[in-house]
């Protein structure tokens, strides 16, 4: 059988999840053969990386200018889209117009309008479109939407879900590109995107209205100055300032970050490493989300980016008892070490409480790897031969819509400080 072919755009850290596993694993079945990129020095390490690891050759390398002549010269099946948020669209839509299908890392896309523009471009072109929700399936939380789907609290009326990003990993967000909500959405859709899909999973539904406040409390310069703070830097690299303060980033010494950012900020100036108490951030820090979904239920959701933990808690209370699933996570930040440690679970816990019965711990399977365990299992599903799915974990482009429409109608809340409806955001 003549194995599927592949391009990736977007060769920064999270790429490494998708080429590595093609050229490792799934290199019987599939061949990866074109990167493109703004930045050369970027996708350079990759290959590089792929020679050494692997002993992979063959991709050719593009500018972000000649996506078109990679997909005209490489005749790709697949369209890996890996860039940064405000550009999907554009990559998912051009692929899809010229024949591919497309998997692309979440968020789908970053407002209602690109959303729109993506939807138009599926029902135009026929072609299919992925959106890669690894939190699905981790075990933990593939084994909430079985509990559910299978009765066992009854009809979901409540949900309660509070999400932690610690002092490292939230604050990377307000470190580079994320921290600007023109490319990112804010972490309402850049990474909420996450926990909102994970909600119409488990729920099998979809979200109906949105109410949300929000606000940036902790970073960004003026909060700092405002709790007395007073040395402040641009950036760590080559900063006084900078040494001794737990939120620097160090990217010195990291094989890594050396590679992907530091020796390739020549080119572009992509800064891997500014304060996060410096200004120009857009982006909120602590965000709470009211939401009603169309089967009735509703949910609180809170989500904050200086917490001294790292982790979620969700409770659903349905008609015939309750669930509660905690979890705590290894901390991570983005190309600073190994991919399997990225949300990796340290532990979780899943607590059903019958209405008039005694608690009783669900057990979990463990499972290695970044996401809960999700990671290796979401790299099967998209690129091996899986068995059927009973849960149906494998997200599609409404999916992707649906996940970033909570996200993008919270933000809209926030600025208007009026509730929002889904259905006047996009049409499906
Ligand atoms: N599912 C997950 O768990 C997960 C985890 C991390 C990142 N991600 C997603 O992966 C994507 C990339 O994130 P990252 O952390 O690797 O960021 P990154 O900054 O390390 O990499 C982004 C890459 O996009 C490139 N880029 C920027 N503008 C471009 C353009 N116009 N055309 C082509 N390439 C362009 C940059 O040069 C860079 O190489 C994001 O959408 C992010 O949400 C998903």
């Given at each position: 059988?003549?194995?599927?072919?592949?391009?990736?755009?977007?060769?920064?850290?999270?790429?490494?999840?998708?080429?590595?596993?093609?050229?490792?694993?799934?290199?019987?079945?599939?061949?990866?053969?074109?990167?493109?990129?703004?930045?050369?020095?970027?996708?350079?390490?990759?290959?590089?990386?792929?020679?050494?690891?692997?002993?992979?050759?063959?991709?050719?390398?593009?500018?972000?200018?000649?996506?078109?002549?990679?997909?005209?010269?490489?005749?790709?099946?697949?369209?890996?889209?890996?860039?940064?948020?405000?550009?999907h669209h554009k990559y998912i839509i051009k692929a899809m117009e010229m024949g591919c299908d497309v998997i692309s890392e979440k968020p789908m896309t970053m407002n209602?309008?690109?959303?729109?523009?993506?939807?138009?471009?599926?029902?135009?072109?026929?072609?299919?479109?992925?959106?890669?929700?690894?939190?699905?399936?981790?075990?933990?939380?593939?084994?909430?939407?079985?509990?559910?789907?299978?009765?066992?609290?009854?009809?979901?009326?409540?949900?309660?879900?509070?999400?932690?990003?610690?002092?490292?990993?939230?604050?990377?967000?307000?470190?580079?590109?994320?921290?600007?909500?023109?490319?990112?959405?804010?972490?309402?859709?850049?990474?909420?995107?996450?926990?909102?899909?994970?909600?119409?999973?488990?729920?099998?539904?979809?979200?109906?209205?949105?109410?949300?406040?929000?606000?940036?409390?902790?970073?960004?310069?003026?909060?700092?100055?405002?709790?007395?703070?007073?040395?402040?830097?641009?950036?760590?690299?080559?900063?006084?300032?900078?040494?001794?303060?737990?939120?620097?980033?160090?990217?010195?010494?990291?094989?890594?970050?050396?590679?992907?950012?530091?020796?390739?900020?020549?080119?572009?100036?992509?800064?891997?490493?500014?304060?996060?108490?410096?200004?120009?951030?857009?982006?909120?820090?602590?965000?709470?989300?009211?939401?009603?979904?169309?089967?009735?239920?509703?949910?609180?959701?809170?989500?904050?980016?200086?917490?001294?933990?790292?982790?979620?808690?969700?409770?659903?209370?349905?008609?015939?008892?309750?669930?509660?699933?905690?979890?705590?996570?290894?901390?991570?930040?983005?190309?600073?070490?190994?991919k399997d440690i990225e949300g990796a679970a340290k532990k979780s816990l899943i607590t059903v409480t019958p209405m008039f019965g005694e608690p009783y711990v669900v057990?979990?399977?463990?499972?290695?790897?970044?996401?809960?365990?999700?990671?290796?299992?979401?790299?099967?599903?998209?690129?091996?031969?899986?068995?059927?799915?009973?849960?149906?974990?494998?997200?599609?482009?409404?999916?992707?819509?649906?996940?970033?429409?909570?996200?993008?109608?919270?933000?809209?809340?926030?600025?208007?400080?009026?509730?929002?409806?889904?259905?006047?955001?996009?049409?499906?």
């Amino acid at each position: 059988m003549a194995k599927k072919r592949y391009v990736q755009v977007g060769v920064g850290g999270r790429a490494r999840f998708f080429y590595e596993a093609l050229a490792e694993k799934y290199a019987d079945t599939s061949v990866l053969t074109g990167f493109c990129d703004l930045n050369r020095t970027r996708m350079e390490y990759a290959v590089k990386n792929l020679k050494e690891k692997f002993g992979y050759e063959g991709i050719t390398l593009y500018g972000a200018e000649e996506f078109e002549k990679m997909i005209e010269e490489q005749k790709p099946d697949y369209v890996i889209v890996t860039s940064i948020d405000r550009t999907h669209h554009k990559y998912i839509i051009k692929a899809m117009e010229m024949g591919c299908d497309v998997i692309s890392e979440k968020p789908m896309t970053m407002n209602d309008e690109k959303c729109q523009a993506i939807l138009d471009a599926v029902k135009r072109t026929g072609r299919n479109l992925r959106v890669s929700f690894n939190y699905r399936y981790a075990p933990y939380n593939s084994k909430v939407r079985e509990l559910i789907m299978n009765n066992v609290i009854g009809d979901v009326k409540q949900v309660h879900f509070e999400w932690m990003l610690n002092t490292v990993h939230g604050a990377d967000y307000f470190r580079r590109w994320h921290r600007d909500k023109r490319n990112s959405g804010g972490l309402l859709v850049h990474k909420a995107t996450h926990h909102f899909d994970l909600v119409n999973f488990w729920l099998g539904t979809k979200p109906k209205e949105v109410f949300s406040f929000g606000d940036l409390m902790f970073y960004g310069r003026e909060n700092a100055e405002n709790r007395g703070i007073t040395k402040f830097y641009y950036r760590t690299h080559g900063s006084e300032n900078a040494k001794g303060d737990p939120f620097a980033f160090d990217m010195e010494g990291s094989q890594s970050l050396e590679g992907l950012y530091l020796n390739a900020e020549k080119e572009d100036g992509y800064l891997r490493d500014q304060s996060v108490f410096g200004d120009g951030i857009s982006i909120e820090d602590v965000m709470n989300v009211l939401v009603k979904y169309e089967s009735g239920a509703i949910m609180s959701y809170s989500l904050n980016a200086f917490s001294p933990v790292e982790g979620f808690r969700v409770a659903f209370t349905g008609t015939t008892g309750r669930l509660e699933l905690t979890v705590s996570e290894r901390v991570y930040v983005n190309a600073g070490g190994s991919k399997d440690i990225e949300g990796a679970a340290k532990k979780s816990l899943i607590t059903v409480t019958p209405m008039f019965g005694e608690p009783y711990v669900v057990e979990t399977e463990k499972a290695e790897g970044g996401h809960g365990g999700g990671d290796p299992i979401l790299l099967e599903d998209i690129f091996g031969n899986p068995p059927a799915d009973p849960l149906k974990r494998a997200a599609s482009h409404e999916d992707g819509a649906l996940s970033i429409l909570t996200g993008v109608a919270a933000n809209k809340a926030i600025a208007t400080g009026l509730p929002v409806k889904i259905k006047d955001l996009v049409t499906f």
